[in-house]
């Protein structure tokens, strides 16, 4: 947090951000709280069962028009139950957010593996 802060403060002179960190799965937020979610790792590990209460959570903690960068494991690394195809992600999110991008990316991450993501960027839909 410390970093980000810092990093955020450098570079974003005319600009007040504040960084919260919470449990994605109890975030105790207000509604229409934030103007843009960060999610680099979370979504691919939440459950099946709770795939539905995670998405209105941050639904519902966006302001009208607010934005959701979605980075998770694409099924192009292999089938596995935390790896999404386009479609599915299309599945999962529409209906509560505008899907405005959606790519694959590669990266070759610290251990040397080659990994495969789905990067979305999504606005908050008014349902």
């Not at 951000?17 to 229409?32: A, L, T, W």
């Not at 694409?74 to 479609?87: D, I, L, Q």
Request: aromatic share 12%.
């Amino acid at each position: 947090m410390e970093i980000a802060n810092r990093r955020a403060g450098a570079s974003q002179k005319d600009e007040d951000v504040d960084f919260k960190v919470k449990n994605f799965m109890d975030m105790d937020f207000s509604s229409e709280s934030f103007d843009f979610v960060l999610d680099i790792g979370c979504f691919h590990h939440v459950v099946e069962e709770d795939r539905s209460r995670f998405i209105k959570n941050v639904h519902r903690v966006l302001r009208q028009g607010g934005r959701y960068l979605l980075m998770c494991f694409s099924e192009g690394m292999g089938r596995a139950w935390n790896h999404f195809s386009e479609r599915q992600i299309r599945d999962l999110f529409t209906g509560h957010f505008n899907i405005l991008t959606l790519d694959e990316i590669s990266s070759v991450e610290g251990d040397g593996v080659t990994r495969k993501f789905h990067v979305s960027l999504m606005e908050r839909s008014s349902e």
